[in-house]
């Protein structure tokens, strides 16, 4: 196939993408032989070096073999970014068993269905998020749980305080003396290193990253361990001579969670591979960022839209020391251009659009650092990764027309954990079917027109929620904006506009209403205007598109009866 990307990559881009055949553990022992002495985490205050980290990794992979752990066997961890989870995450690996990565945000509900499903026999988990469990024990397969808390991992006296703060706030949680209960810090002290870390090939069940939750019941893509390597390389060689520069050196703010695939790929594993300092944050909130990156003179930041937005209108942001930030890719969701700019602007570093899927481990497009950007598109398919724009046949499609995203690569999933119909509706003779409209442009870059699932349909018309917003965006008085389709008797859907002002600003229909009728075709203009405090977020950042919609038509029936 013809792949007219490849002429826009940057100067010490591959065309190819030339990778290790290796468990995903032997990227972290790798940079601890190269750079034992250098900092690998820093958690409020608290150092790792990367020999510490290492050995730590083998010992907790010693204290699951020793509690019975069989290659293959799933390890469910419900943990936010802290040491632990780094820790637990590669030592699974290291003895042979399969991560699955759990949202500590889960509701019991969730967590049931996913620790069941995964077939987990061992949870690593938050001291904190113990009651949930517990409500849920007699349903799930697990055997043994470790419990860790933040503490654990906190320099003194910050280790002392963290429990007397967390008992003020009523969020302390009083362990039990329990059958299944092991105690995290107590298994590394005492376990022994493990002898010969578990050579996995590459084409191994590495990880289940569970997707679709949002949509329905939440199914596991299965991650190998060539796809998990594959794509940190794939991550690394996109940063081409600027960023080789800074192995070793560069710092990577730890901010978007580790257990969503995104920052698991381009922070956690991408950091590691590439020798940098990880500054860990327990939560993605930007005033936290701002002062890591100022404390730390973090170079590299990864995060979702929502959070740059957020870092962009914080008070007097102006003033704050933020120049040492160099390459930010966001994802997850569409980045709207003026919030680009003004974080450009702001930094001084790059900030561009990539994209990326669970399925895809994640990362597949990417706009160049270095060379031409343009504004909207997530830019070009990275090393390694052929994609194409089909139809309803699965015909490609010429530049400029819209149709469904498909992509192949070393990084695309072995297939859905448990659900082959599934599976083989995604999987098309070694093309994964995204599920997000996009076209691509004579040069080869691409741009999601929207969700699949998300277009509206107006009076026949298709309508993408992205391109409503962008409009919305680009209004000085929006701080944040999320459309989506409500029924409508007359049109069959019509469009909604969920609106946050920016601090202090007063903000009206009438203003709005003016705004997109200057800038958008009448049938694309929204009908509906509800002005929020805040939207609904998923934990990585994601708006949820449909709770919006769910309230909605919960206050239009309430009003109608």
């Given at each position: 196939m013809?792949?007219?990307w490849?002429?826009?990559y940057d100067k010490?881009v591959?065309?190819?993408?030339?990778?290790?055949?290796?468990?995903?553990?032997k990227l972290l022992?790798?940079?601890a032989?190269?750079?034992?002495?250098?900092?690998?985490?820093e958690?409020?205050g608290?150092?790792?070096?990367?020999?510490?980290?290492?050995?730590?990794v083998?010992?907790?992979?010693?204290?699951?073999?020793?509690?019975?752990?069989a290659?293959?066997?799933?390890?469910?961890?419900?943990?936010?970014?802290?040491p632990?989870?780094?820790i637990a995450?590669?030592?699974?690996l290291?003895?042979?068993?399969v991560?699955v990565n759990?949202?500590?945000l889960?509701t019991?509900r969730?967590?049931?269905?996913q620790?069941?499903d995964?077939?987990?026999?061992?949870?690593?988990?938050?001291d904190?998020?113990?009651p949930?469990?517990?409500?849920?024990?007699a349903?799930?397969?697990?055997?043994?749980?470790f419990?860790?808390?933040?503490?654990?991992?906190?320099?003194?006296?910050?280790?002392?305080?963290?429990?007397l703060?967390?008992?003020?706030?009523?969020?302390?949680?009083?362990?039990p003396q329990h059958?299944?209960r092991l105690?995290?810090?107590?298994?590394?002290?005492?376990?022994?290193?493990?002898?010969?870390?578990?050579?996995?090939?590459?084409?191994?069940?590495?990880l289940?990253?569970?997707?679709?939750g949002t949509?329905?019941?939440a199914?596991?893509a299965?991650?190998s361990?060539r796809?998990l390597v594959?794509?940190?390389?794939?991550?690394?060689?996109?940063?081409?001579?600027?960023?080789k520069?800074?192995?070793?050196?560069?710092?990577?703010?730890?901010?978007?969670?580790?257990f969503?695939v995104?920052?698991?790929t381009v922070?956690?594993?991408?950091?590691?591979?590439?020798?940098?300092?990880?500054?860990l944050?327990?939560r993605?909130?930007?005033k936290p960022?701002?002062?890591?990156?100022?404390?730390?003179?973090?170079t590299?930041?990864?995060?979702?839209?929502t959070?740059?937005?957020?870092?962009?209108?914080f008070?007097?942001?102006?003033?704050?020391k933020?120049?040492?930030?160099?390459?930010?890719?966001s994802?997850?969701?569409?980045?709207?251009?003026?919030?680009?700019?003004?974080f450009e602007?702001?930094t001084?570093?790059?900030?561009?659009?990539?994209?990326?899927?669970?399925?895809a481990?994640?990362?597949?497009?990417?706009n160049?650092l270095?060379?031409?950007?343009?504004?909207?598109?997530i830019g070009i398919?990275?090393?390694?990764?052929?994609?194409?724009?089909?139809?309803?046949?699965?015909?490609?499609l010429?530049?400029?027309?819209?149709?469904?995203?498909?992509?192949?690569?070393?990084?695309?999933?072995?297939?859905?954990w448990q659900?082959?119909?599934?599976?083989?509706?995604?999987?098309?003779?070694?093309?994964?079917?995204?599920?997000?409209m996009?076209?691509?442009?004579?040069d080869?870059?691409?741009?999601?027109?929207?969700?699949k699932?998300?277009?509206?349909?107006?009076?026949?018309y298709?309508?993408?929620?992205?391109?409503v917003?962008?409009?919305?965006?680009?209004?000085?008085?929006?701080?944040e904006?999320?459309v989506?389709?409500?029924?409508?008797?007359?049109?069959?859907?019509?469009?909604?506009?969920?609106?946050?002002?920016?601090p202090?600003?007063e903000?009206?229909?009438e203003?709005?209403?003016?705004?997109?009728?200057a800038n958008?075709?009448?049938?694309?203009?929204?009908?509906?205007?509800?002005?929020r405090?805040?939207?609904?977020?998923?934990?990585?950042?994601?708006?949820?598109?449909?709770?919006?919609?769910?309230?909605?038509?919960?206050?239009r029936?309430?009003v109608?009866?």
């Amino acid at each position: 196939m013809t792949r007219p990307w490849l002429k826009h990559y940057d100067k010490g881009v591959p065309t190819e993408i030339e990778y290790p055949e290796v468990p995903l553990w032997k990227l972290l022992e790798n940079t601890a032989r190269k750079y034992p002495d250098h900092v690998a985490l820093e958690f409020m205050g608290r150092t790792i070096g990367y020999r510490q980290l290492w050995e730590s990794v083998q010992k907790f992979a010693g204290a699951l073999q020793a509690q019975g752990l069989a290659p293959g066997d799933r390890v469910a961890i419900m943990l936010p970014n802290c040491p632990q989870f780094v820790i637990a995450f590669y030592g699974t690996l290291a003895a042979g068993g399969v991560c699955v990565n759990v949202n500590p945000l889960y509701t019991p509900r969730e967590l049931r269905h996913q620790l069941s499903d995964a077939g987990a026999e061992t949870l690593i988990i938050l001291d904190l998020l113990w009651p949930r469990y517990a409500e849920i024990e007699a349903d799930v397969p697990v055997k043994r749980v470790f419990t860790t808390g933040i503490q654990d991992y906190l320099p003194f006296p910050k280790n002392l305080l963290f429990p007397l703060k967390a008992r003020r706030e009523k969020r302390w949680v009083n362990l039990p003396q329990h059958p299944k209960r092991l105690d995290f810090k107590k298994a590394l002290q005492s376990a022994a290193p493990i002898e010969q870390p578990y050579n996995a090939q590459p084409d191994e069940l590495a990880l289940l990253q569970y997707t679709g939750g949002t949509t329905g019941v939440a199914k596991g893509a299965m991650l190998s361990h060539r796809n998990l390597v594959a794509n940190t390389y794939q991550s690394l060689a996109w940063g081409g001579e600027e960023v080789k520069n800074l192995e070793g050196k560069g710092v990577m703010l730890g901010a978007i969670p580790f257990f969503h695939v995104y920052g698991m790929t381009v922070a956690m594993n991408y950091g590691i591979a590439a020798g940098y300092k990880i500054v860990l944050l327990p939560r993605p909130e930007v005033k936290p960022c701002i002062e890591a990156i100022e404390k730390h003179g973090v170079t590299h930041f990864p995060g979702v839209p929502t959070l740059y937005v957020g870092f962009n209108n914080f008070p007097n942001i102006e003033k704050r020391k933020v120049g040492t930030v160099k390459v930010c890719i966001s994802g997850s969701a569409a980045l709207p251009v003026e919030v680009t700019k003004k974080f450009e602007q702001l930094t001084g570093g790059k900030l561009v659009e990539g994209y990326g899927l669970t399925e895809a481990a994640p990362c597949t497009h990417c706009n160049p650092l270095t060379g031409q950007r343009k504004i909207g598109s997530i830019g070009i398919p990275m090393p390694g990764v052929d994609a194409k724009v089909v139809d309803e046949n699965l015909q490609e499609l010429p530049p400029g027309q819209v149709g469904e995203l498909a992509v192949r690569g070393p990084n695309v999933m072995l297939g859905y954990w448990q659900r082959p119909e599934e599976t083989s509706k995604a999987i098309k003779i070694d093309w994964l079917l995204t599920g997000d409209m996009a076209r691509m442009d004579e040069d080869g870059y691409f741009y999601i027109v929207d969700r699949k699932k998300d277009m509206i349909i107006a009076g026949g018309y298709n309508i993408y929620p992205r391109e409503v917003e962008e409009v919305l965006y680009a209004h000085p008085k929006v701080a944040e904006a999320a459309v989506v389709g409500v029924p409508d008797e007359y049109r069959g859907e019509t469009v909604a506009a969920f609106i946050v002002p920016k601090p202090g600003q007063e903000l009206s229909e009438e203003e709005l209403d003016q705004h997109c009728r200057a800038n958008l075709a009448a049938y694309k203009v929204p009908r509906i205007y509800v002005f929020r405090s805040e939207l609904p977020k998923t934990a990585v950042g994601k708006v949820l598109r449909r709770e919006l919609r769910e309230a909605l038509l919960k206050e239009r029936n309430k009003v109608g009866s």
